[in-house]
């Protein structure tokens, strides 16, 4: 079984930064991609940040791209996000997630496909 842990969120002045934990277990072989999310009130779902699980390319959206990092630790079966240059439209739940095989972390930022997987969510919240 899958789950998926997220810590790290928290309130931030505008121009901050913010790293973001996700503790995973129950992967298999049958999951691939492996990324972050974003929800925000009344707004759909974002996938902003996803790579392979174990590593490799990884893909961002155009909103995140030079401020947000994704990285793992495959030793501590953990994902990172590190957000810099945070900015109030960045205020949302985030949620760290893995799609099954077939499923390229491409098609996870670029709206072509959706996680298979998800935590319970950790909020940002970002004023100006």
């Known amino acids: 079984q899958v789950q998926l842990v997220e810590s790290g969120g928290g309130s931030v002045q505008a121009g901050g930064s913010l790293r973001l934990s996700c503790a995973a277990s129950?992967?298999?072989?049958?999951?691939?991609?492996i990324g972050w999310f974003r929800q925000a009130p009344e707004k759909e779902r974002e996938g902003i940040a996803a790579?392979?699980?174990?590593?490799?390319?990884?893909y961002y959206a155009d909103s995140v791209k030079g401020r947000f990092t994704i990285s793992q630790d495959n030793a501590k079966k953990t994902l990172y996000l590190q957000m810099n240059s945070l900015k109030p439209e960045d205020t949302a739940m985030y949620y760290c997630?893995?799609?099954?095989?077939?499923?390229?972390?491409?098609?996870?930022?670029?709206?072509?496909?959706?996680?298979?997987?998800w935590g319970q969510g950790t909020q940002v919240t970002v004023s100006s």
């Open positions: 790579t392979y699980i174990g590593g490799g390319s990884t």
């Open positions: 997630a893995v799609a099954n095989r077939g499923t390229s972390p491409a098609r996870l930022v670029g709206g072509g496909a959706d996680f298979d997987y």
């Open positions: 129950g992967l298999t072989d049958s999951t691939y991609s």
